[in-house]
């Protein structure tokens, strides 16, 4: 039988694989308790801007979460949406900061599934690639999201210069050609209390 490559990440008992950064608090510094593991279950509270965020770098691979929001809001958000995201192939190319040179997944409600490039970072989107800027967004061209409350399963597929964007199952955003072509996985903390559980990467 062959060996599957997949494997868990955060995992509480292994705080090696990742840190933590804060926007008031810097790195594995975390007053607040904003990042908490609840038994196989990790809170999110949302109350500091920052990120989990894994020690390795990857370039191809298959990245499956749930999450779920929580009821908590925090300034500058508490009047806005629901927030948070997945940055992957980060480039720490200036250390930790909010939000470092990255593609992300939106999680936000109503639009999980949306591109974010940071930092400069352009994908092909559409056969056309974007202009490098502070922040450019590509709007997924399914929605896909459970109501409020309930798990929503995510996906993040990248292999050969291809993105794919998935949620509950379906295909709801994809890119191509990356300006970032490896790097380190993180999850946000962005003013809204969110919980993330079986969090798996297999390497493509």
Same mark, same amino acid.
């Given at each position: 039988?062959?060996?599957?490559?997949?494997?868990?990440?955060?995992?509480?008992?292994?705080?090696?694989?990742?840190?933590?950064?804060?926007?008031?608090?810097?790195?594995?510094?975390?007053?607040?308790?904003?990042?908490?593991?609840?038994?196989?279950?990790?809170?999110?509270?949302?109350?500091?801007?920052?990120?989990?965020?894994?020690?390795?770098?990857?370039?191809?691979?298959?990245?499956?979460?749930?999450?779920?929001?929580?009821?908590?809001?925090?300034?500058?958000?508490?009047?806005?949406?629901?927030?948070?995201?997945?940055?992957?192939?980060?480039?720490?190319?200036?250390?930790?900061?909010?939000?470092?040179?990255?593609?992300?997944?939106?999680?936000?409600?109503?639009?999980?599934?949306?591109?974010?490039?940071?930092?400069? $970072?352009?994908?092909?989107?559409?056969?056309?690639?974007?202009?490098?800027?502070? @922040?450019?967004?590509?709007?997924?061209?399914?929605?896909?999201?459970?109501?409020?409350?309930? @798990?929503?399963?995510?996906?993040?597929?990248?292999?050969?210069?291809?993105? $794919?964007?998935?949620?509950?199952?379906?295909?709801?955003?994809?890119?191509?050609?990356?300006?970032?072509?490896?790097?380190?996985?993180?999850?946000?903390?962005?003013?809204?209390?969110?919980?993330?559980?079986?969090?798996?990467?297999?390497?493509?």
């Amino acid at each position: 039988m062959a060996q599957s490559n997949e494997r868990k990440l955060f995992r509480s008992n292994h705080p090696q694989d990742w840190y933590v950064f804060l926007e008031k608090s810097g790195r594995n510094n975390d007053p607040q308790k904003v990042f908490t593991f609840e038994g196989n279950i990790l809170h999110a509270s949302g109350e500091d801007f920052g990120y989990l965020v894994t020690n390795k770098r990857y370039r191809d691979f298959h990245l499956t979460l749930e999450f779920k929001w929580g009821e908590n809001k925090y300034p500058p958000r508490e009047n806005q949406k629901s927030d948070a995201g997945i940055l992957y192939l980060v480039d720490f190319y200036n250390g930790d900061k909010i939000w470092p040179r990255s593609v992300e997944f939106q999680i936000q409600e109503g639009h999980c599934g949306d591109f974010w490039m940071t930092d400069s $970072t352009t994908i092909v989107f559409q056969n056309s690639r974007n202009i490098p800027e502070p @922040w450019h967004r590509e709007i997924k061209f399914l929605g896909a999201e459970k109501p409020y409350g309930e @798990w929503n399963k995510v996906e993040v597929i990248v292999k050969d210069g291809m993105i $794919t964007h998935k949620i509950n199952g379906k295909i709801v955003n994809e890119g191509s050609a990356p300006s970032v072509k490896e790097g380190n996985i993180l999850l946000q903390s962005e003013g809204s209390e969110l919980f993330y559980r079986n969090v798996t990467i297999e390497a493509l």
